[in-house]
């Protein structure tokens, strides 16, 4: 079956960085778009970034653009979320997810993506 297992998680002071990482199995990785998630206690899951499976274009959502870096690595089914400049409002469990190739999809929501890991804790103390 499908896996995805993410490593890297941890505590950091505000202004340092880490380097999240997915690793999946069970699937076709390079033909999948991968993404992702971060859910603060209370709140919604939301999305943070995604990559495409060919030529690797990124998207982030506003508030991490120019701290946080999604990359992969398909000859070792792995993606990778590189952040610095780490906030308070960083903290929470981080997800990485990964979608099938269906048009349309934006892979900018949880809908978007059939397979999802156990999720990793970031928490950013001030």
């Known amino acids: 079956q499908v896996q995805l297992v993410e490593s890297g998680g941890g505590l950091v002071q505000a202004g340092g960085s880490l380097r999240l990482s997915c690793t999946a199995s069970?699937?076709?990785?390079?033909?999948?778009?991968m993404g992702w998630f971060r859910q603060a206690p209370g709140k919604e899951r939301e999305f943070v970034a995604r990559i495409t499976w060919n030529v690797g274009s990124t998207y982030y959502v506003d508030s991490v653009k120019g701290r946080f870096t999604i990359s992969r690595d398909n000859a070792k089914n792995t993606v990778y979320l590189q952040m610095t400049s780490l906030k308070p409002e960083d903290t929470a469990v981080y997800y990485c997810?990964?979608?099938?190739?269906?048009?349309?999809?934006?892979?900018?929501?949880?809908?978007?993506?059939?397979?999802w890991g156990q999720g990793t804790q970031v928490t950013v103390s001030s």
């Open positions: 069970g699937l076709t990785f390079s033909s999948h778009v």
């Open positions: 997810a990964a979608g099938e190739r269906h048009y349309p999809r934006s892979y900018l929501y949880t809908r978007d993506y059939e397979y």
